[in-house]
């Protein structure tokens, strides 16, 4: 979160540096202000910006290269293999490193491209509802869930322990309990974001932009 942070800071810099309707000092300006925020934040937050963007890369990537449903399937398949490859990969170091962060980056950009193109078959009308619900929340579980675990380890003194069934229940437990808690919080917050954008809109743009 403290990286995302940074790279919040810096995306509308890099954004008008590469807009066409801006002047050459206003492209300087902010060349500038990202030389100020490299030196800044250090060349290991600025470097792990790359795979954030790479979402962004999906969008500009061509059409996945495959028309019979068995080449699409099989692209599938091996996008999975690598990935789980490169899992097993970045594991097998004793700390996590720049260079294993960024291979797991293009592999997962690989596999959302590739499963865009080629995952083209009909989805259970179940599946759909509860995907879009779990990605309107995502952010929210993706926030919350660290703190949450560790205020839940340190108040009831959970201990590391072997996998085992008793083990697992309480995992499963604490899955649970994660999954429901950002629920909860989505529907305080998160859920009303647009609203308050819209309500903000007016009052920071003009009502043309608006």
């Known amino acids: 979160l403290s990286n995302e942070f940074w790279y919040y800071m810096a995306f509308p810099l890099l954004a008008l540096l590469l807009a066409r309707a801006r002047s050459n000092w206003m492209r300087l300006a902010c060349g500038l202000g990202l030389?100020?925020?490299?030196?800044?934040?250090?060349?290991?937050?600025?470097?792990?910006?790359?795979?954030?963007?790479m979402g962004v890369l999906?969008?500009?990537?061509?059409?996945?290269?495959a028309k019979q449903p068995w080449l699409r399937g099989l692209a599938i398949v091996a996008a999975l293999a690598l990935l789980g490859?490169?899992?097993?990969?970045s594991r097998s170091f004793p700390t996590r490193t720049?260079?294993?962060?960024?291979?797991?980056?293009?592999?997962?950009?690989?596999?959302?491209?590739?499963?865009?193109?080629?995952?083209?078959?009909?989805?259970?009308?179940?599946?759909?509802a509860v995907?879009?619900?779990?990605?309107?929340?995502?952010?929210?579980?993706?926030?919350v869930h660290l703190p949450l675990l560790i205020l839940l380890k340190a108040s009831l003194h959970i201990p590391?322990?072997?996998?085992?069934?008793?083990?697992?229940?309480?995992?499963?437990?604490l899955l649970l309990f994660?999954?429901?808690?950002?629920?909860?919080v989505y529907q305080?917050?998160?859920?009303?974001?647009?609203?308050?954008?819209?309500?903000?809109?007016?009052?920071?743009?003009?009502?043309?932009?608006?």
Not at 42 to 52: R, V
Not at 58 to 65: C, E, G, N
Not at 160 to 173: D, E, H, I, K, N
Not at 178 to 184: H, N
Request: glycine share 6%; with cysteine.
């Open 98 to 128: 720049l260079l294993t962060d960024q291979l797991l980056g293009v592999i997962v950009t690989l596999l959302i491209w590739v499963t865009l193109h080629c995952a083209t078959a009909p989805l259970p009308s179940v599946y759909v």
């Open 58 to 65: 999906i969008a500009y990537l061509p059409t996945f290269p």
């Open 178 to 184: 994660v999954l429901l808690y950002a629920q909860l």
């Open 35 to 53: 030389a100020v925020w490299v030196w800044f934040v250090g060349a290991g937050i600025a470097l792990m910006g790359i795979p954030w963007l």
């Open 160 to 173: 590391r322990s072997f996998p085992g069934w008793q083990a697992c229940t309480v995992s499963l437990g």
């Open 188 to 210: 305080f917050f998160e859920k009303n974001t647009d609203r308050v954008r819209n309500w903000i809109k007016p009052y920071i743009m003009s009502r043309s932009a608006t």
């Open 85 to 89: 490859g490169g899992l097993v990969l």
């Open 131 to 143: 995907a879009r619900r779990a990605s309107r929340s995502s952010y929210t579980l993706y926030l």
